[in-house]
Structures are given as C-alpha cells and as structure tokens.
T-cell receptor, first 115, second 115 residues
C-alpha cells in the first residue's frame, strides 16, 4: 500500500527565516510526486510535480527536490502570505486496472509565517 | 465554467438521512476524483473516474457511499443513512486527459455536518 508521511506536522517561522518541509514515501514504482498548497476553507492548489530522483522545481520562494525515498519543499525567506498547509502526494507507476490515476496524500504540514 | 464547481458548499443533515453532493468538473477534463478531508487531516481517496473505464471505487469506506458520473461530466456522490463520522469536507477534483497525472484541479469542497 502506498504511504506518505509528512513532517513536521506544524512549523512556525519568522518572516525571512528559511526552512524545509519533508515528505517521506513508499510506493509501488513512483510515477510522480506532487506538492499542493491549501489555504483554510479552500481546495488544494497545485504547486509542483517531480518525476525522478534528482529532479528539482522552483517557483518564487519555493523549491522542491526529490530522492528515491523522500522529497523536500524548501522555503527561502518566507513571507506571511506563504502561510498555508502544504500537502505532498504520490502516484504509483503501476498501470493495473483503474488505479493508475489515484493520488495518495500525506497529512500535510501547517506552515505559519509571522511578520 | 473556469474551475471545478461543487454544491452545496455546506450541508447540515440529521443522522440517518441521505445526502447528495454534486461536482461539475472543468470542461474537457475526463478524469474526476472524490476525496474526503476530516478536520485537521489529509485527503482520503474515495473514488476515481477516467473516461469510459470502470471507476476505481477502492476508497469508498462502506456500501453507504456511492458515486456516479453522467455523460462523462457531472458527478454525484451519494451517502445513504448518514452517520456522525461522515462529517467532513468532500473535495472533487478533475484532470485533463493526456497529462502525466499530477495536476489535479480541486473545487472548494462541500462541508458535510451530520448531527
């Protein structure tokens, strides 16, 4: 069974204080690893897709990296508007039956950035 | 419409009643997902539709839950004989055919409260 574990559960930062969020996963052949941002009362918003170990993606103050066992979301000089819950998800690479498209999500990391 | 539309946005019901939640995906998106998010929790996969293929129902928690997708577009999630543990936000997402799978576009969710 595919599993995704995110840490820490919650992270409080001062504005400008860089840090990283972790996503550890076990999956039957990784098709893709995805990061989403979720604001309170909203649906998750897509950030990045990573497909293979060593791949990196960047967007503004966020940078996602991938190894064979985990992914990191690095936040450089965060601002209060970066406060949100960050979700990690994996998609397995097996094409059995109709399970090909299912994403398995972690519990999320609640990030709070204080001014 | 421009995004995934879900209705109702909020539903309060009494234990034992049936409820229907509706999802209108982005036009042209052939893949449609239902997830459930309990307070402070990650996303729990419920069901996945892809085109004319048989849906992946592996995440439905009990036979009280069912979903259908008519005409390859609108989907309805039905919960029969609701229980208090069914209280959660039900999220719908859609995806464009031909993409590698990760970029799901989520609706705002339907918040269900069972008294």
């Amino acid at each position: 069974e595919d599993q995704v574990t995110q840490s820490p559960e919650a992270l409080r930062l001062q504005e400008g204080e860089s840090s990283s969020l972790n996503c550890s996963y076990t999956v039957s052949g990784l098709r893709g690893l995805f990061w989403y941002r979720q604001d309170p009362g909203k649906g998750p918003e897509f950030l990045f897709t990573l497909y293979s170990a060593g791949e990196e993606k960047e967007k503004e103050r966020l940078k996602a990296t991938l190894t064979k066992k985990e992914s990191f979301l690095h936040i450089t000089a965060p601002k209060p508007e970066d406060s949100a819950t960050y979700l990690c998800a994996v998609q397995a690479g097996y094409a059995g039956g109709t399970s090909y498209g299912k994403l398995t999500f972690g519990q999320g990391t609640i990030l709070t950035v204080h001014p | 419409g421009a995004g995934v539309s879900q209705s109702p946005s909020n539903k309060v019901t009494e234990k034992g009643k049936d409820v229907e939640l509706r999802c209108d995906p982005i036009s042209g998106h052939t893949a449609l997902y239902w997830y459930r998010q309990s307070l402070g929790q990650g996303l729990e996969f419920l069901i996945y539709f892809q085109g004319n293929s048989a849906p992946d129902k592996s995440g439905l928690p009990s036979d009280r839950f069912s979903a259908e997708r008519t005409g390859g577009s609108v989907s309805t999630l039905t919960i029969q004989r609701t229980q208090q543990e069914d209280s959660a936000v039900y999220l719908c997402a859609s995806r464009l055919t031909g993409t590698r799978g990760g970029e799901l576009f989520f609706g705002e969710g339907s918040r269900l409260t069972v008294l």
